[in-house]
């Protein structure tokens, strides 16, 4: 009975929250929530796991550099908090702050994938502002569909999907999840994943120079249809704008191959690319995760 009165309390909240933000206009809204994020971000426990990670990769990072970085992450997730609600009316291509690279090879890509009845994975990291993604994707002209991590409360996780992409289909991680990616994807439509590392799911491949359990589902489902990947880089810019960029189709792995080693070679490819754009804004990624031995996080 707490509980459900503490989400309902929350629900309401985060709804005066959108609306407030609404009202003000997104400009403002993100000033305000960068700012908000900011100032109480660096004061929780997230901040102190967002530091130990970034210490684990980073061991002889200072204490300046590392304070900045967890900083701006935070701003850049106050932006995209306040974003959030006015992403219903956005149209990337369309958009003067938004950059888009790669568009033409990837619509390319896809149009060969129709012509032999098969989708395309797509494939980004918690980023820039990752919500962005489907927006994207769905002007290629594919059906998709998203997986998402579900909220434990259900007032807002409904929420959340009330101001989400309504032409993309969303479903929640899981077994129910990879059963409709499945079947999504045997129909020739496409499938969007962000690509998340964790304690104790996936297998142990090299991540920013450290090993770490990455979800093999991508790798799985494009070997046993056969199926491109193509990974999208989301960056956020100056002035508010975004850069977003379609790069080549994963190479695939060679036939020859077991299948372990097939799913390792793919997922080694994805953590290079996550790599590589951590490495150049490593204040536009998610450090609050445990991604690692959870030895590093024991205090």
């Not at 409904?158 to 409709?180: C, S």
């Not at 999208?232 to 189709?249: A, P």
């Amino acid at each position: 009975m707490i509980r459900l009165i503490l989400n309902s309390l929350s629900c309401m909240l985060l709804n005066f929250i959108f609306l407030f933000f609404k009202i003000i206009g997104k400009k403002y809204a993100l000033i305000v929530g960068c700012f908000i994020f900011a100032l109480i971000g660096p004061l929780t426990k997230l901040n102190v796991r967002a530091k130990k990670n970034l210490k684990y990769v980073w061991p002889k990072i200072t204490q300046n550099k590392l304070d900045n970085i967890c900083k701006n992450m935070w701003k850049n997730l106050g932006k995209n908090f306040a974003e959030f609600i006015f992403l219903k009316n956005y149209d990337p291509i369309k958009c003067k702050k938004t950059q888009i690279i790669g568009f033409n090879y990837a619509k390319s890509l896809v149009e060969r994938n129709r012509n032999k009845k098969k989708g395309v994975i797509f494939f980004s990291a918690h980023h820039g502002n990752w919500e962005i993604g489907p927006y994207i994707i769905r002007k290629l002209d594919v059906d998709l569909m998203g997986i998402y991590r579900k909220s434990n409360n259900i007032c807002i996780d409904k929420l959340i999907q009330k101001y989400r992409n309504k032409d993309t289909v969303y479903v929640p991680k899981g077994d129910i999840g990879a059963k409709k990616s499945y079947l999504w994807l045997r129909k020739g439509k496409s499938l969007a994943l962000l690509m998340d590392q964790k304690l104790n799911e996936g297998i142990s491949v090299n991540f920013l120079g450290k090993s770490a359990y990455t979800a093999t589902a991508i790798a799985e489902l494009a070997i046993r249809m056969d199926l491109d990947i193509i990974p999208i880089k989301l960056l956020r810019t100056k002035n508010f704008g975004h850069k977003i960029t379609f790069l080549e189709k994963l190479p695939k792995p060679k036939k020859k191959l077991s299948h372990e080693k097939k799913v390792k070679y793919i997922l080694e490819k994805v953590n290079d690319h996550l790599t590589s754009w951590i490495l150049k804004n490593p204040e536009q990624w998610l450090w609050i995760h445990r991604r690692w031995n959870k030895k590093i996080y024991i205090v």
